[in-house]
């Protein structure tokens, strides 16, 4: 096993800071990825962060984590949180623990958020806590 952890980011999550801020916060995803990095100096793991719009390249990043032997991914599947089964079959298809991240608490948002297919493969769920969330999930991780 690696010391690599995946950190894969779905869609708008590039926008962050500026999208919707009252419910996501000021920080953009580049912030969240220095914080990560400074978290992960002193955990002694090295962060791999990825963010697209699309579908299947978060189902690839998944499959590469398993060839990579990363030591977990933090996923945040992003709105496919709530509609893909093929994330969800991608997380049970690998070894690779998987973390679910949520800046926000979708289940205290629209009824349609309230399903999350990522969290029937994940390991554990870190969601409600802003862009610190991140920091959480990965000190999870780390304890794995
Ligand atoms: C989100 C919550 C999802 O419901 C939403 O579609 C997102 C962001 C979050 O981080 O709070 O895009 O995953």
């Not at 708008?12 to 919707?20: I, S, V």
Request: charged share 20%; proline share 3%.
């Amino acid at each position: 096993m690696s010391n690599v952890v995946f950190v894969l980011n779905g869609p708008n999550l590039n926008l962050l800071g500026f999208r919707e801020p009252t419910i996501y916060g000021n920080d953009t995803l580049d912030d969240i990825a220095g914080m990560l990095e400074d978290r992960a100096r002193d955990l002694g793991l090295e962060i791999d962060m990825r963010q697209s719009n699309h579908e299947g390249h978060l189902v690839d990043w998944l499959h590469e984590a398993h060839f990579a032997q990363a030591k977990a991914v933090l996923l945040n599947a992003a709105a496919y949180t709530h509609t893909s089964v093929a994330i969800l079959d991608a997380i049970k298809s690998i070894k690779v623990p998987v973390i679910e991240v949520h800046i926000s608490d979708p289940v205290m948002r629209e009824p349609f958020r309230h399903i999350s297919y990522v969290e029937m493969g994940a390991v554990a769920t870190v969601k409600g806590m802003g862009a610190r969330g991140y920091v959480v999930a990965l000190e999870k991780a780390a304890a794995l």
